[in-house]
């Protein structure tokens, strides 16, 4: 009895989504559906996934934290614990949303065949893109964390600010997740993924302020790490546990969604000229 | 157009699946007359239209065409087959109805939507069954279908019942925990085609639904097929399985080289282009051969190679002359191979 009436009353009140949009419009419902996917998907993979993006940073910021700190003592007044767990926070956010967007973004579109799959369901290129994009984000969200936990552990003072973390993170990890998935479907083969691995994102980690400040670098290299969309991150991170005045965080965060902007319009082009022929 | 799954009227049969309790799925359709009367003049589909129109279609992949100004019309309510050799344009063209490949020229519409222009509209509204296996592996069966229940935004009341029909469709009900990698290959093929059927679409594009399985599992998924049909599903199916064709399509349409060819009731084609019986000779080897067939066209008659032996076809027409001097060869149906080979020199399989 109730099955009928809500199924009477479903159609009427609500359309499909479908029905009210017009066609090629930017819809949610498809976004969803490529984030229930996800969703079932690491219900499976949580556990080695979750392993990956705590304990590698939190190594890296033990070892060098502690061992490299003993030695370096304080940067910029800071603590260098301190100093570098908020940088890593960054480079756990470029890991976990790049090398997604890269890889598992590759093999599902060259090996498994599951966006052809998508495709032919009521799903386009620009909602599965956005879709696979905001899944690593939400991660790097999460995941980005983890770090700063760690050097609060070790005395870096909390501060409300530190809620506003995950949306850095999200926002960061949701561009670099983004440029993964342009370069997946930019690169010719998945050998020539190790440019990209090597070439790209090994400078894009190291020259961002993450594990030393920027001012210590050539004037060059201070104007690359400016526009290195990391570095943005990072002092925004920062800004969170040491203080940053609200108007150079606003021109850090553009900074960020303008970078959000460039790749997801490169990322669709990239997936559509290789999905749809 | 509504999303909630029910857009065609209940099966005019009984349900042909023996232990699949399919009526109880049709209760909520009297339920909701005024969305799907609402539903159908907007989905532009008025009854009695065809389900897919191509005019002039064509489609380049650089200098090779692989889909030549192609006009095909599948009527509403059928089971369509598209029979032709590998590389006639049958994949190009099921991806051309998605939008998942693009014209260079022409016109497409799929259950009234102009395609690519409304394809999404048209996507919501039929299920794709693609030609690759692209099952999730790690999921389950039961996980498998309700991420496609979401991708074809079966809405959240409706979502467990969906699921559990195409469990049922698929005869896949105590598998339904198994993870895909589990599930032997018949079985995933099975899964895959209830994938695209999860939103009880109005057509469904079966692409190769039956290639690599052996002839058993065939027969299985052959079964599956003929339930969409009672239930009033138009199925446009490419094959390039002769037997496959002539047993399930109600109309088939031969391609090659971009084109159809021929396109009608595999019986009338056959009766037309073959004759009911064809009747194979055995050839000499060497020079021999090419004379009797040389004889046998001065007669008026077509003849094809067929392996060892020299198939007449519309054996019923032999002149007497003729047939005294070749003797009695062996007798057998007219099929759509000999209709294919006929029409195009070309071999299906």
């Known amino acids: ?277 | 157009m509504s999303l909630s799954g029910h857009r065609h009227p209940p099966g005019p049969a009984e349900p042909s699946d023996p232990d699949g309790p399919e009526g109880s799925l049709d209760l909520s359709v009297p339920a909701d007359p005024a969305g799907a009367a609402a539903a159908r003049p907007r989905a532009g589909a008025d009854p009695g239209a065809s389900a897919i129109a191509l005019r002039e279609v064509v489609k380049r992949f650089g200098a090779f065409t692989a889909v030549d100004g192609l006009n095909l019309e599948v009527p509403a309510g059928t089971v369509f087959g598209l029979l032709g050799p590998n590389g006639a344009g049958k994949s190009t063209t099921m991806k051309m109805l998605t939008a998942q490949s693009r014209a260079d020229s022409g016109e497409i519409t799929v259950l009234g939507h102009p395609v690519p222009r409304a394809s999404k509209r048209a996507r919501a509204e039929m299920g794709v069954v693609p030609q690759h296996d692209n099952l999730d592996e790690e999921l389950t069966v039961r996980e498998n279908l309700a991420v496609f229940t979401h991708l074809y935004r079966v809405p959240r009341a409706r979502r467990a019942e969906a699921v559990d029909r195409a469990l049922r469709l698929a005869h896949l009900e105590d598998r339904a925990d198994l993870r895909a990698d589990k599930l032997s290959g018949g079985m995933r093929r099975r899964l895959l085609i209830v994938r695209g059927l999860v939103h009880r679409p109005r057509l469904v594009l079966l692409d190769e639904p039956t290639v690599g399985l052996d002839p058993q599992v065939r027969q299985e998924l052959w079964g599956l097929i003929t339930a969409l049909r009672a239930e009033g599903v138009t199925v446009l199916m490419s094959t390039h399985y002769i037997e496959e064709a002539e047993r399930l399509a109600d109309v088939v349409a031969l391609m090659a080289k971009g084109r159809i060819v021929a396109r009608g009731v595999p019986a009338d084609l056959i009766a037309r282009y073959a004759g009911s019986t064809v009747e194979e000779f055995p050839i000499p080897p060497g020079p021999a051969a090419a004379e009797i067939e040389e004889r046998i066209a001065a007669a008026g008659l077509t003849t094809r190679r067929t392996g060892a032996t020299l198939s007449v076809l519309h054996a019923g027409e032999i002149p007497d002359s003729l047939r005294d001097s070749l003797g009695a060869g062996s007798a057998r149906a007219g099929n759509l191979e000999d209709v294919f080979v006929t029409l195009t020199g070309e071999r299906v399989e």
Not at chain 1, 72 to 97: P, R
Not at chain 1, 129 to 143: D, F, H, L, Q, R
């Open chain 1, 1 to 277: 009895m109730s099955a009928d009436t809500r199924s009477a009353e479903r159609p009427a009140a609500a359309p499909g989504p479908a029905a009210k949009a017009p066609p090629g419009r930017f819809e949610l419902a498809p976004i969803a559906g490529v984030l229930a996917r996800e969703w079932a998907l690491y219900r499976r993979s949580w556990k080695p996934t979750t392993f990956a993006s705590v304990v590698e940073p939190v190594i890296m910021l033990l070892a060098f934290g502690v061992g490299l700190g003993s030695l370096v003592g304080a940067i910029g007044g800071y603590e260098y614990i301190h100093f570098l767990g908020t940088g890593i926070v960054a480079t756990s956010v470029l890991f976990t949303s790049m090398f997604p967007g890269l890889i598992d973004t590759y093999v599902r579109r060259v090996f498994q065949h599951t966006y052809d799959g998508m495709l032919a369901a009521p799903v386009d290129v620009r909602e599965l893109v956005t879709g696979e994009a905001s899944w690593i984000a939400c991660k790097a969200g999460v995941y980005g964390c983890a770090p700063l936990v760690v050097a609060i552990g070790f005395g870096l003072p909390a501060s409300w600010a530190m809620l506003l973390v995950p949306v850095i993170a999200f926002t960061t990890g949701f561009g670099f997740a983004l440029t993964g998935i342009w370069m997946s479907a930019a690169v010719p083969s998945i050998k020539t993924m190790d440019y990209i691995i090597s070439g790209v994102i090994t400078p894009l980690f190291l020259i961002a302020g993450t594990f030393f400040p920027i001012d210590t670098l050539p004037a060059w290299a201070q104007v690359v790490a400016k526009i290195n969309p990391l570095y943005h991150c990072v002092e925004l991170v920062r800004g969170t546990a040491f203080g940053l005045d609200p108007g150079t965080a606003a021109g850090h965060f553009a900074a960020l969604i303008a970078f959000v902007a460039v790749v997801w319009c490169l990322a669709v082009f990239q997936m559509r000229r290789k999905l749809i022929d």
